[in-house]
């Protein structure tokens, strides 16, 4: 299996999106995308310093259910939303202000297979234009850890 055979799950907090509706429509009818609304990611499971699963609420329905995953992208807004994360991961991967360390050059968290972009992160520029270059630096590195995890 590649990573093109792969699903992507995107967890929305609302029920609905705003953005582009052609986009939007086209996300919406694509069999490799599975949209989770009204849901949160309330913990990240992992084993040897590597990314398994997510935990996510429906925050309708209090509904909990695991995703096996072995990649994340985290984008939740204008602050540095982390406390979805335990206080175990929170120690590991968060710095003194709140923001998820990364490695500037891959968006690389210090647990393997989850990255972060954007203002969730401590990159030292948080605008719009940065988070979408992070956004693009992530999904780089994305491919290349596919690539590695097939050999």
């Known amino acids: 299996m590649n990573y093109t055979d792969k699903i992507v799950h995107l ?3 609302k029920s ?5 509706i052609l986009f939007l ?5 694509s069999e490799r995308v599975k949209i989770h609304r009204n ?8 084993e040897d310093k590597k990314l398994v699963g997510v935990k996510i609420r429906n925050r309708l329905t209090k ?7 072995d990649i994340v992208f985290i984008y939740i807004g204008m602050i540095p939303q982390t406390n979805f994360l335990s206080e ?3 120690d590991k991967l968060v710095d003194d202000w709140g923001y998820i360390k990364v490695d500037f050059q891959t968006s690389k968290t210090l647990m393997k297979g989850l990255f972060a972009v954007g203002d969730v992160t401590n ?3 948080r605008q719009l234009t940065t988070a979408a270059a992070s956004g693009t630096i ?14």
């Open 11 to 13: 967890i929305h907090w």
């Open 16 to 20: 609905e999106f705003e953005g582009d």
């Open 25 to 29: 429509s086209r996300l919406e009818k």
């Open 39 to 46: 849901c949160q990611i309330i913990s990240f499971s992992g």
């Open 63 to 69: 509904a909990v259910s695991f995703l096996p995953l």
């Open 88 to 90: 175990d991961l929170r």
């Open 123 to 125: 990159f030292p520029e």
């Open 138 to 151: 992530a999904a780089t590195s994305v491919l290349s850890f596919l690539d590695e995890s097939r050999s």
